[in-house]
């Protein structure tokens, strides 16, 4: 079993940073693919960003758009998420996620892809 525990989120300006961290108890991440992930009131859970097992990071270009960065310390066994320049669109709950067995990366983007889930941290980003 993996459980994975999310903090950083909080409520923020229009243009604040902030940091996600994703911390893994029970085995270590360092074998594992992992995913960030967010779902606004409404609306889907949707793919953010994605880190593959040797460090290859995939992103949602189109929500990123440069402004993200996923990361992993495999020391520590957290993976964080790195948001700059954040806008009120950024507003949901940010969910960690950890494929265990081997996957093409192709495949990091999709929710149905991972094995184990957290219960999510909130970001509200005021205007």
């Known amino acids: 079993q993996v459980q994975l525990v999310e903090s950083g989120g909080g409520l923020v300006q229009a243009g604040d940073s902030l940091r996600l961290s994703c911390v893994a108890s029970?085995?270590?991440?360092?074998?594992?693919?992992m995913g960030w992930f967010r779902q606004a009131p409404g609306k889907e859970r949707e793919f953010v960003a994605a880190?593959?097992?040797?460090?290859?990071?995939?992103e949602n270009t189109d929500l990123v758009q440069g402004r993200f960065t996923i990361s992993r310390d495999n020391a520590k066994n957290t993976v964080g998420l790195q948001m700059n320049s954040l806008k009120p669109e950024d507003t949901a709950v940010y969910y960690c996620?950890?494929?265990?067995?081997?996957?093409?990366?192709?495949?990091?983007?999709?929710?149905?892809?991972?094995?184990?889930w957290g219960q999510g941290t909130q970001v509200t980003v005021s205007s």
């Open positions: 880190i593959s097992r040797n460090g290859r990071s995939i």
């Open positions: 996620a950890a494929k265990t067995t081997f996957t093409s990366d192709g495949y990091l983007s999709s929710r149905t892809t991972y094995d184990y």
């Open positions: 029970g085995r270590t991440l360092s074998s594992y693919a």
